[in-house]
């Protein structure tokens, strides 16, 4: 246990002591339900009446109750998705790729410096 001063707005009780817990930085707290996206990174916690629906305010979609690291959590699946989603997808990815250009080349010049007429 570690040791920590609490300053009091009281004048009597100018400074107190009190022990605070040693638990590991992102660590859940006590008597909190983690929130789990599907890659395994931990996107919040949530109360333990917490229904699906307050999981989803996180930011995540499609999740059930299951157990992480033997603890209830609640953890995204994974969607699955369409032929057609998967292709747009697979297309969306390749077009940003395309759209980047290449890092090694120098940009050309603008094939002119007049002013555009209007």
Same mark, same amino acid.
């Given at each position: 246990?570690?040791? !920590?001063?609490?300053?009091?707005?009281?004048?009597?009780?100018?400074?107190?002591?009190?022990?605070?817990?040693?638990?590991?930085?992102?660590?859940?707290?006590?008597?909190?339900?983690p929130v789990i996206r599907a890659n395994g990174i931990?996107?919040?916690?949530?109360?333990?009446? !917490?229904?699906?629906?307050?999981?989803?305010?996180?930011?995540?979609?499609?999740?059930?109750?299951?157990?992480?690291?033997?603890?209830?959590?609640?953890?995204?699946?994974?969607?699955?998705? $369409?032929?057609? !989603?998967? !292709? $747009?997808?697979?297309?969306?990815?390749?077009?940003?790729?395309?759209?980047k250009g290449s890092a090694t080349r120098t940009p $050309?010049?603008?094939?002119?410096?007049?002013?555009?007429?209007?």
């Amino acid at each position: 246990m570690a040791k !920590a001063f609490v300053f009091d707005h009281d004048k009597r009780n100018a400074s107190k002591e009190i022990e605070t817990q040693d638990k590991p930085i992102g660590a859940c707290p006590d008597g909190r339900v983690p929130v789990i996206r599907a890659n395994g990174i931990r996107a919040g916690h949530v109360g333990p009446n !917490a229904g699906p629906s307050v999981a989803q305010r996180l930011g995540v979609s499609n999740v059930e109750l299951g157990e992480h690291f033997g603890k209830p959590a609640w953890i995204e699946k994974q969607a699955k998705l $369409s032929a057609p !989603a998967r !292709a $747009s997808a697979l297309d969306r990815g390749a077009s940003l790729r395309a759209a980047k250009g290449s890092a090694t080349r120098t940009p $050309s010049a603008p094939k002119t410096t007049a002013r555009p007429k209007r």
